[in-house]
């Protein structure tokens, strides 16, 4: 018995030290949680603009792997397994458009679309320019298209 107990203790000690060290990866649902996420953050900063009656901006950053708030600060980071592109507007509102979507008092948007894949299952999330509404949509193999 006390042997069985020591052999116990030894497999719980290993797993303690192996099971951290083996890689996570992103699974389809937290992906989609990331999707959701990302057009919360959007949605705050429409609602902000509309609310405000002023222009608020919204950062979307490949290189960071970021969505930056441009209401409340807050930041979505997506881990490096995802893959992350971003199809922006190159201008708006007749002024150039860096690596951001805006939202304007009257609701409407830039628009643009920011894409999160993870091997064949990934969504899309897209900011209509005219209406300002944001919706997430599966794509890839699981899409319904």
Same mark, same amino acid.
């Given at each position: ?14 797993? +303690? ?7 996570? =990866? *992103? ?5 989609? +949680? /990331? ?18 009656? %002023?222009?608020?901006?919204? =950062? ?14 807050? *930041? ?22 860096? +690596? ?15 894409? %999160? ?5 990934? /969504? ?22």
């Amino acid at each position: 018995m006390l042997e069985m107990v020591c052999v116990l203790a030894i497999i719980g000690l290993l797993a +303690a030290v192996l099971l951290p060290s083996i890689p996570r =990866q *992103t699974s389809r649902s937290r992906l989609e +949680a /990331y999707a959701i996420e990302a057009a919360t953050v959007l949605k705050a900063d429409r609602n902000a603009a509309i609310r405000g009656r %002023l222009e608020v901006v919204t =950062q979307v950053d490949p290189g960071s792997r970021s969505v930056r708030s441009g209401a409340s600060g807050e *930041t979505v980071r997506f881990p490096d397994d995802v893959k992350f592109e971003a199809l922006l507007p190159e201008n708006c509102n007749h002024r150039p458009v860096f +690596a951001s979507i805006s939202f304007f008092a009257s609701g409407m948007s830039c628009g643009g679309v920011i894409a %999160l894949t993870h091997l064949d299952v990934g /969504y899309e999330i897209r900011v209509n320019w005219l209406t300002g509404r944001i919706e997430v949509v599966p794509r890839g193999r699981f899409a319904n298209t």
